[in-house]
Structures are given as C-alpha cells and as structure tokens.
C-alpha cells in the first residue's frame, strides 16, 4: 500500500465512522464507546491529511496558472513567489501527517508512578537519589503537575534509599517514559575527605498509573499483610501495625506502604502502585513480543541500562542513549533544563518509529 492510498484509506475510515455514529441508531453501548473513541483518536489525523491534499491542490492549481501561455507576467511572477513558498512548506506537512499516523501509545495520556531506588554506592547513591526525586518534582511544578509523595525511605544521612510518587497532569507519561533506567552520577561526596570523584548510581521507573478497568487483580492473587510502621534507624513512627506489605503471587510482585498513618490508607496507595506495575508488566511483555526483531535507538527503559551521567566537576549531563550533552548540570537537576532531554528523546523516538512506518 502507497503512502497515499493509506491516507485515503484513513479519510474513508473517518467518513465511515462519522455516517455509523449519526445513523445507526441501535449501537450496543460497548461499540458505541469503541466506535467513538477510534473517530475521536483518527479526527486530528484527517485532519491533517486534509490539510496537506488542500495544500498539493493549490500547489497544482498554481502550476497550472504558471504554465499557462496567456498569464499576465505579473500574476506569472505572484504564482512562482507562491509556488515556492507551498514547496518550502510541503515537506513539514507531509512530515506532519507521517507524525500523525504513528501507532498511538494508549499510556502516553496516563498518570504516571515515579519510583527512584539508590544503587551502587551507599550513602552518595541515596543522596543522588533525593536529587533525581527532586529533579522530577521540580520539573512537575513547571508543567504545572500535580506531584504527591507516596513512600519515602530516608538514609541515615538523609538521602532516599528509595521514594515513591504519584505525578499527574496532561501528557505526563508521554513526557517522562524515557526517563526510566540507571542514572549515574560522577561528583566528590560529601562523605569523602580527600576529594576523590567517586561515581554512584541510581535507578528510575516511570510507570503509567493503572486504573482498574486496565488491570484485573483477582483477591486469590493477592497476599496482605500488615505490620508495624518504622522510620530511619529502626525508630518506630507509630505503635498500630498500619503498614502494608501487597504480594501479588503470579507475578512476585511485592508493594510495601507505611507513608500514612491509616492502614486503608496505605493499602490503597499500594493497590494504585501495584495496578501500574502489573499494567507495565503486561506492557512489557506485549512490547518484547512486537519488537523482539530490533531494539529502539532511545533503549529499551530498562531499569538496569545505564542511560545518563551526570557529571558535577564538568558541569555536563550525558544522555548515552542519544549522544547529547548538555553543560547545564545546575539547570537540568532545577528542573529548568530537563525539557531539552525529554524533547530530545521523544524526537529520536519519533525518527526511530517513522524509519518502520509503512
């Protein structure tokens, strides 16, 4: 199929959609959702078509006046300054409709669970932590979302072992699902005398958050059990066994909450972490089966692939899965600066998935 009969293909499904919604009359509810929901995701993409088969026909009704014998040289002269300037524009057009017509990832309009664990390097790695925790809370603020702290495990100096978050706003998961992976950091710790660099780490998953309807959780799959909450160094936050420990045993998955004082509280904030990991889980495996044939330029967003460095002596952030450095290290852990990444990457991603558009 050429690139065009698919576009017609699309404005035919559109005009076939919009006549079945405003005629048929008996629709089962469930199709009628499903019916609506694929003319609300293919309208911006007609349109866009449309926008581009109205710039080829001035593009030929303009040509048209230009060859013509009998044009006045001056309108000849208007239509040529015409002519050029539907020409510069025509390959952003086509651009956009190829945009346009890339498979939708249904999770990118999601919420999205931020959990940051520290690795390699004890104390330092969980500093690095709580700087990449308030990094991407900073960053929510500036996109105007809507940042709640779930679970915070503090080290004894006062970084994150591991911190949980639930983001929310428009584009959220879009915007912040490459995020996931090993982040490295190369700087003097504050624990360290003799100002040596030392280089830790510490892990990032983003999650698309779950509602119910996306993920069944059956009781039987679920272990629960509840304990004794407990801060830093073992000191006890309360003396009710509030905590919750959510098991899902299928998968292994464990969920462990004691943020609140309520024990419904934490199981709920559990349950809405364990849907988004089971959801991922599942979206995992659906990917490895579509595209075990290549690996995407931007990485796979596994947790275990080292994916930017960040630099203190240099000043500089790496982002290895795309070759960009950026010596605005100061900026970038702001928040001020991390949009020039996440554009960056989401291009790479685009270029990538247009390279295997057919």
Not at 216 to 243: K, Y
Not at 267 to 293: F, G
Request: avoid cysteine; proline fraction near 3%.
């Amino acid at each position: 199929m050429s690139f065009d009969d698919k576009l017609n293909q699309v404005l035919e499904r559109v005009d076939e959609l919009s006549s079945r919604l405003a005629t048929e009359t008996n629709l089962a509810p469930a199709e009628m959702v499903k019916l609506s929901k694929e003319y609300s995701d293919l309208s911006p993409v007609a349109e866009t078509i449309r926008s581009l088969h109205q710039m080829r026909a001035e593009m030929a009704e303009v040509a048209a006046i230009i060859a013509d014998p009998a044009t006045d040289p001056d309108m000849r002269d208007l239509a040529e300054e015409e002519f050029g300037d539907l020409k510069h524009r025509l390959p952003d057009a086509e651009h956009a409709v190829r945009l346009a017509l890339l498979p939708k990832d249904e999770a990118d309009a999601k919420n999205a669970i931020l959990e940051v664990r520290a690795g390699t390097g004890g104390d330092e790695a969980a500093l690095f932590a709580s700087d990449l925790y308030a990094m991407y809370r900073k960053y929510a603020e500036i996109q105007g979302w809507r940042f709640q702290p779930l679970e915070i495990s503090e080290s004894d100096l006062g970084g994150y072992k591991e911190a949980s978050a639930q983001i929310t706003g428009t584009d959220v998961f879009a915007r912040l699902k490459f995020e996931s992976g090993a982040h490295r950091v190369q700087r003097v710790p504050v624990t360290e005398a003799g100002g040596r660099i030392h280089t830790s780490a510490a892990t990032v998953a983003v999650l698309p958050e779950a509602e119910e309807v996306d993920v069944q959780i059956h009781p039987d799959d679920l272990r629960i059990d509840v304990f004794r909450a407990s801060g830093a160094g073992g000191q006890h936050v309360n003396t009710t066994e509030s905590a919750v420990r959510v098991t899902h045993l299928p998968t292994g998955i464990v969920v462990s909450m004691q943020e609140e004082k309520s024990q419904h509280k934490n199981r709920d904030k559990a349950m809405t972490i364990l849907r988004s990991r089971l959801y991922e889980h599942q979206r995992q495996l659906l990917h490895d089966a579509r595209a075990s044939d290549r690996k995407s330029q931007v990485g796979s967003g596994d947790r275990s692939e080292r994916i930017r460095t960040y630099n203190f002596p240099q000043g500089r952030v790496t982002d290895h899965r795309i070759n960009l450095t950026l010596y605005k290290l100061d900026k970038v852990l702001n928040g001020e600066a991390l949009d020039e990444l996440v554009e960056a990457l989401i291009a790479e991603d685009q270029a990538e998935r247009l390279t295997h558009l057919t």
